[in-house]
């Protein structure tokens, strides 16, 4: 019975990305997150608890378009080492997910019509965030995510007064499509066990 409470999973995710506060809209940066996640069911409550360990790429994009009069091309590129841990609610008849992301700075690179631009200020190393999913099942095993993800801590380290860092801007912001193949029917209904069960 504790094994079928422990349900693991690979996934991959499609994500557009941006940073707010860098003067450039829309989520045009097209990263890839990929990684193994854990699901523990409990027993004798509705829901679950997920934990992933995940390749996050992050970022920003703008590309040059002259017919618009836009001829500056940039590029912010940000890699991560991910740590989502979410509750796992069912409502409406679906799984949604929600929970706090720990996240780990492996490498940066910022360009300017293709020549290198150091930030205003230095990257932050760990950055906190938050994450919410909607998940669909195309079958028992294989489910489908609606996923939003939003920095809390900014990602730059600015050193102007003790709240420098949350005035500064530059938090990264990101949605797209995530595909997860449980191991094992994770079986979302959240029911409490019968007496006999119990």
């Known amino acids: 019975m504790a094994q079928n409470r422990f349900i693991n999973s690979v996934h991959i995710d499609f994500f557009g990305n941006q940073v707010d506060g860098d003067g450039y809209g829309g989520y045009n940066h097209i990263g890839l997150h990929g990684g193994i996640g854990t699901l523990y069911k409990f027993n004798n409550a509705k829901g679950a608890l997920g934990f992933e360990i995940n390749y996050a790429q992050k970022g920003a994009r703008l590309w040059a378009r002259p017919n618009q009069g836009i001829y500056q ?114 079986n979302f209904k959240f029911k409490k066990p019968s007496q006999n069960e119990e």
């Open 73 to 186: 091309d940039f590029k912010f590129k940000l890699n991560y080492i991910e740590v989502p841990i979410y509750y796992v609610f069912e409502s409406w008849g679906l799984p949604f997910e929600a929970g706090p992301t720990f996240s780990y700075l492996l490498d940066a690179k910022r360009e300017f019509n293709g020549i290198s631009s150091a930030p205003t200020s230095p990257y932050r190393e760990f950055e906190l965030g938050c994450v919410f999913s909607m998940t669909y099942p195309i079958s028992q095993r294989l489910f489908f995510k609606f996923r939003i993800t939003n920095s809390i801590s900014p990602i730059l380290d600015v050193e102007n007064g003790p709240f420098a860092n949350w005035s500064a801007g530059s938090w990264h912001r990101g949605a797209g499509l995530n595909i997860t193949y449980f191991f094992q029917p994770p």
